[in-house]
């Protein structure tokens, strides 16, 4: 946390500092303004020629302290944004919130474990995780958590998330970037499908005639100021007409190259900053390195075209501002020679833009990763193991506050675990333990562990489910589809399966019958994992598959009273029953 301390007061220092200079620089552009009016005034009283010469030296000053006022305010904004960063990670590691976007437009109650393990929502592992600004890096995330990396992609993206994760300043100064400009995933795909769809070129008579009538229409005007003859005015009048009807014929396909979006060029602009910023680092991670590779084309760099295409695309947007696209384009045709440029950099970069910035949002991902390990040093990377090897030492819920959470030692020795133990003894959250650190190992991530090996496994849940009146299905009957599903699954590959309580609602004997015949069909198969069970008597199926499966159990104790809930994994079937010691210290019974 002394990290974050110090930059919060390091950039709040530097914001009062470019504040300070910032109001400076606002006065002498009014002292300026005042210059220049006197320097008229005595220009008019005197008519000597002199004052308006002096002129130029105000005029000159003026626009130089309005560049040097848009750089402070682009510094002030930046210094802003790593104020609010710095700050959102102290409330964060303090626990007084969570400031981060939830990523609840992502939730499938559908998918095999996102639903029931908490991945997406308030609270969830996408919230806590999430360090992206960007509608690319928040979809890249969110894909990143619904599915897994394949085996061999998962070294070197924990070598990738090692690296970024001792780069802290450098995360910030990206995610503070990221967040200049707001776009939305709207915007994003508009602008990769206007990518995606072929354009023919302007044609040759065309581009032709926007040059011809233009210099006639410059000739006019130049003959009528040298002449003022009004005969060059009409004539010039004439060409602008012409120009306007060449834009005319050309107005359907400037239109449908126009992306829809009035901040375009700004967003456009960020996105080129962004990739700027990936640019200018040196990786020693070959995955890293690859992904700055990417931003390569033809020798060119990514960020010099994008920021290109910014400057195209905002031009291209004046067509919807009718004063000012008259007059530009009554005079030059400017937006056909826009569409022009605009043409030919679809025609050799477009092919590569989607690429350029899935390359953004991968780095935003990345940076999540990397913060989480940043701010938690004691988590490891699990070492892979191609043997189906599944072991944790001090395994523990990531999410859980680190003085509150209890770890525990656990080994797939047999492959799969019939766990028993009372209500609130933590069957169901160390169920979600082991799902999000095996879904951490799936996408090269670091785990809440001392020591982990594991054998990378899709990862099939069954753990909440809910009636649904849309579909007129039945608790029940959206459980045995689950179950089918995971079962079918599990036919066609190695699976880590999470199942809780099945057949809740069910009579007592379908329930336990039930539940020993979905244990045998799954070890059947190439699986491991978990099954939470009330029912002790399923327990016994152990004896019949010793080598397959094994009994663990979270006990409760009665202390002077009070229920205690010691939270260990041990051996065997649980022993204490709470429930009616509690319904009766309740008064229920």
């Known amino acids: 946390m002394s990290f974050y301390a110090e930059r919060l007061a390091q950039f709040q220092g530097e914001s009062e500092q470019l504040s300070r200079r910032y109001n400076w620089i606002g006065t002498l552009r009014f002292l300026t303004v005042v210059l220049a009016g006197a320097l008229i005034y005595l220009a008019q009283r005197s008519n000597e020629s002199g004052y308006w010469l002096l002129l130029l030296l105000p005029a000159v000053f003026f ?27 102290l409330d964060y590691l303090n626990g007084s919130r969570i400031p981060f ?43 990143q958590l619904l599915h897994r990396l394949p085996d061999a992609a998962i070294t070197p993206r924990q070598r990738a998330v090692q690296a970024l994760a001792t ?18 995933a709207e915007e994003y795909a508009a602008l990769v499908e206007w990518s995606e769809r072929k354009s023919p070129p302007v044609s040759v008579l065309t581009r032709t005639l926007a040059i011809i009538f233009p210099a006639l229409l410059a000739l006019c005007l130049g003959g009528f100021v040298w002449t003022w003859d009004d005969d060059f005015l009409t004539l010039a009048g004439f060409m602008g007409l012409i120009n306007l009807f060449i834009l005319s014929r050309n107005l359907k396909q400037v239109k449908a190259e126009t992306v829809d979006s009035e ?49 195209l695309l905002a031009a291209m947007n004046g067509i919807n501002h009718a004063l000012a696209a008259v007059l530009t384009n009554g005079l030059y045709v400017s937006h056909v020679h826009t569409l022009h440029r605009l043409l030919q950099w679809k025609a050799q970069y477009a092919a590569s833009l989607r690429s350029w910035l899935e390359t953004i949002g991968t780095f935003e991902s990345i940076n999540s990763f990397a913060n989480l390990s940043y701010n938690n040093p ?23 506050n680190r003085t509150k959470r209890v770890t525990n030692d656990v080994r797939f020795s047999p492959r799969f675990m019939i766990l028993t133990g009372s209500n609130m003894s933590g069957k169901s959250t160390f169920l979600r333990t082991l799902g999000i650190n095996m879904l951490l190992t799936n996408v090269g991530s ?72 979905v244990i045998k069909k799954i070890i059947q198969y190439n699986a491991w994992g978990v099954i939470a069970t009330h029912d002790l008597e399923v327990c016994e199926i152990t004896e019949q598959y010793p080598q397959k499966l094994i009994n663990k159990r979270f006990e409760v104790e009665i202390v002077n009273d009070e229920l205690v809930f010691p939270y260990q994994l041990l051996d065997g079937i649980c022993q204490n029953r709470s429930a009616t010691f509690l319904m009766q210290k309740m008064g229920v019974i």
């Open 446 to 517: 670091c785990v809440c562990a001392t020591e982990a090996r594991v054998q990378p496994l899709d990862i099939l849940v069954s753990m909440r489910l809910n009636d649904s009146l849309a579909d007129s299905e039945s608790y029940f009957f959206a459980e045995v589809k689950r179950l089918q599903s995971i079962l079918q699954t599990l036919q066609t590959k190695p699976c880590f399966i999470l199942l809780d309580e099945l057949f809740r609602g069910t009579n007592s004997d379908d329930k336990r019958n039930g539940t020993i015949e």
């Open 101 to 143: 976007q939830a990523g609840t437009e992502h939730l499938q109650t559908a998918h095999s474990y996102s639903y029931d393990l908490d991945i997406f929502g308030e609270k969830s592992l996408y919230q806590h995780l999430n360090r992206t600004a960007t509608s690319i890096g928040q979809a890249a995330l969110a894909q």
């Open 263 to 311: 901040r375009i060029g700004l967003i456009i602009k960020k996105y080129s900053t962004l990739i700027a910023a990936i640019e200018s680092q040196t990786f020693q991670s070959e995955e890293l390195q690859d992904l700055q590779q990417r931003l390569r084309t033809n020798g060119s760099l990514a960020s010099t075209q994008v920021r290109q295409l910014s400057s």
């Open 63 to 89: 626009r130089y302290l309005m560049y040097r006022h848009e750089r402070l305010s682009d510094r002030i904004a930046l210094t802003r944004q790593l104020i609010q960063i710095n700050q959102d990670e």
């Open 167 to 184: 780069r802290p300043e450098w995360r910030q100064e990206f995610l503070a970037l990221g967040t200049m400009g707001q776009d939305t």
């Open 378 to 400: 004691d988590f490891v990377f699990p070492s892979l193991s191609d043997s189906g090897e599944i072991a944790f030492k001090s395994l523990g819920h990531p999410l859980l």
